[in-house]
């Protein structure tokens, strides 16, 4: 449940807390099918500058519901995720080669899922990606305004049975709470990725750290 986790994790953050205490202040509900895969670099090599040391892909055929209190409602379908941890060369934001990620949300892509979760694949024909760095200074991440052209393509297909599996948590922080509701059918997979346009020219690779989905997520955050 690579996807479900992260995808979690990043909607438990508040958007404010200048309502009353028991005010839900955000809700995202997301149904449909995707399938992800995280591909790591053996660690007996270190990658030369511009090839990932670790990427992860995300495809989707899924629709997506935000709600934040005194707001409208925010529907859509999930786009696709690709994300590159790696060193860059020097350019004019750094002399030397630097650590950094590579951020991608497509909007524009293709994706396909077979009925039982058997194989799915995805393509993104083209897409700008941000270039993201940790600030010494602030202590934050955020984009230094390069940026990285790419296109990416992941065929994945099923290594095992049928997974049914619900979840159900809630988190508390002080005075507020973030509650989470999952119910997914997952099949484990295999994995292989071609990317081009990075700095070290076209990365291919295989993983076995993939699952192919169809998943219902829920989450509220309250203060």
């Not at 950094?100 to 700008?128: G, K, N, R, Y």
Request: net charge negative.
């Amino acid at each position: 449940m690579l996807a479900v986790a992260g995808l979690l994790a990043t909607l438990a953050v508040p958007v404010s807390a200048s309502s009353a205490p028991g005010v839900a202040r955000e809700a995202f509900t997301m149904s449909g099918t995707m399938a992800d895969a995280t591909w790591f670099a053996p660690e007996s090599a270190e990658p030369e500058v511009g090839a990932p040391r670790v990427l992860y892909v995300q495809g989707a055929d899924a629709s997506t519901v935000r709600r934040v209190a005194g707001s409208k409602a925010v529907r859509g379908p999930q786009p696709a995720l690709l994300a590159i941890g790696l060193t860059m060369p020097a350019d004019a934001t750094s002399a030397e080669p630097y650590p950094a990620e590579l951020w991608c949300e497509a909007s524009a892509f293709d994706f396909t899922v077979a009925d039982d979760l058997s194989s799915a694949q995805l393509e993104i024909p083209t897409c700008e990606a941000q270039v993201v760095v940790f600030d010494e200074n602030t202590g934050k991440e955020g984009p230094n305004g390069v940026t990285v052209t790419i296109t990416a393509t992941a065929d994945w297909t099923a290594t095992g049975p049928l997974e049914r599996q619900r979840s159900h948590s809630r988190y508390s922080v002080g005075g507020s709470w973030t509650m989470d509701m999952v119910s997914t059918a997952m099949r484990p997979a295999s994995t292989d990725i071609t990317v081009t346009g990075l700095p070290a020219g076209t990365f291919s690779g295989s993983t076995e750290e993939a699952s192919i989905q169809d998943v219902k997520v829920a989450n509220l955050v309250r203060w």
